[in-house]
């Protein structure tokens, strides 16, 4: 059982590498976390950082693949790595669920969705059709499909992109799961659909009482979404810290570079939106040191050459609290507020 000291899901050291014929791909290096029921955290960062391979990590989906899985993750005091595939599966839809970010390749075309939903009941509750389809009515209703009696009986087609996502998110929650993985759950829908979606993940949340990991590009969603965040880059952790204080003072370059690639999160209207030069790396050969080095323009202001030779370690921020920052920068605070914030946006750094 979880108690006050203990977090309800504590990952430490998770690595996942790859090996390749071209050589070792390590596309989680060292993460750790904690995330307690009812509250959310947002894994941001740019495609291949390793935020989807972390996260199935999580629901055990690198299992049969040639992925070497090291360190632990802790679910209510239980190691995941240590279960058999047996446990794992049981373990699997009702403990754990991930929400995909793409539902209808996820869905099976062939089967209707309401069968699908059943099925997803019944594998984790000995009851007869007449109880699952039930359940799956109440579920696509408390998602709100409407008529869901007869929406029940649909194919994955016939249902909109909205729907369906919503579809997926009654699917995530129908074992009323502890833990709720939303990879990109909300980035192939239209603005509008995107917020009740984010909305409706909200009040089921505080419904269900589940721990929400959130997996996506964009800071937006989550300074809507998240208690915590955790920045990667290049399979490692190099932000992580409570949502708020790492979108009003980020301590990272790369933060800093993706919060000026949405700058209107802080709500300025003048916000100059300033994307991060080059190109993510390759987890094959990463850059040494500090993996962003080649793409930071802030890596003079560091004495020698050490971003280039050593990797920093993950520390405490300036500010205290649980932020904490990978960066050889020795005032990072003082040069977000200065030169950064002007420069993205400036109505809110008039007002500082
Ligand atoms: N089975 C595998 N074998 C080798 N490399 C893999 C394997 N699965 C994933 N990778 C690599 O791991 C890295 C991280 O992938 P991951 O899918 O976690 O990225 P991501 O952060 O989710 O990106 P995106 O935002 O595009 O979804 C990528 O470089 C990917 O090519
Ligand atoms: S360690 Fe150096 S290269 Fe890396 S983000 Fe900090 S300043 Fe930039
Ligand atoms: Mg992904």
């Keep these: 059982m979880t108690t006050a000291s203990t977090p309800y899901l504590s990952v430490r050291d998770l690595k996942v590498h790859f090996p390749t ?40 989906l690198h299992r049969g693949t040639n992925a070497q899985v090291s360190g632990e993750i802790l679910l209510d005091g239980t190691n995941l790595l240590d279960l058999d595939r047996e446990e794992m599966r049981r373990m699997r839809g009702r403990e754990v669920s991930m929400i995909f970010q793409d539902p209808l390749s996820a869905m099976h075309p062939y089967y209707t969705v309401g069968n699908q939903l059943m099925e997803a009941y019944q594998v984790h509750h000995k009851v007869g059709k007449k109880v699952a389809k039930a359940r799956a009515v109440e579920m696509l209703d408390r998602v709100g499909i409407p008529n869901p009696d007869k929406r029940v009986n649909d194919y994955p087609h016939q249902f909109s992109g909205g729907m369906r996502q919503r579809a997926m998110i009654a699917m995530g929650l129908i074992n009323d799961p502890g833990l709720l993985i939303a990879d990109e759950p ?18 089921l949340q505080r419904e269900f009482n589940s721990a929400i990991i959130i997996i996506t590009h964009d800071l937006g969603v989550v300074a809507e979404m998240a208690d915590d ?19 009003t003072h980020p301590e990272m370059p790369y933060t800093w ?40 323009a802030h890596r003079d202001k560091v004495p020698g050459d050490l971003c280039r030779t050593d990797l920093p370690e993950l520390v405490a921020g300036a500010r205290g609290g649980h932020h904490l920052k990978r960066c050889h920068l020795p005032d990072p605070d003082a040069i977000y507020l200065t030169e950064v914030l002007p420069e993205i946006a400036p109505d809110l750094a008039k007002e500082l």
Aim: glycine fraction near 12%.
């Design 229 to 247: 965040v955790l920045v990667m880059y290049a399979g490692r952790a190099v932000e992580y810290g409570p949502c708020n204080e790492i979108l």
């Design 257 to 296: 570079g993706l919060l000026s690639s949405v700058p209107d999160v802080a709500g300025d209207t003048e916000a100059r939106l300033v994307p991060i030069p080059g190109s993510p790396p390759s987890l094959l050969n990463p850059p040494s040191g500090c993996a962003f080095h080649p793409r930071c």
């Design 186 to 203: 909300t980035t192939a829908l239209d603005v509008t659909v995107q917020a009740q979606i984010l909305d409706l993940l909200q009040d």
């Design 21 to 60: 014929v071209d050589g070792i791909v390590k596309a989680t290096d060292g993460l750790s976390f904690d995330l307690e029921r009812g509250k959310t955290l947002g894994i941001v960062g740019e495609s291949g950082s390793g935020k989807s391979v972390s996260s199935s990590t999580i629901l055990g």
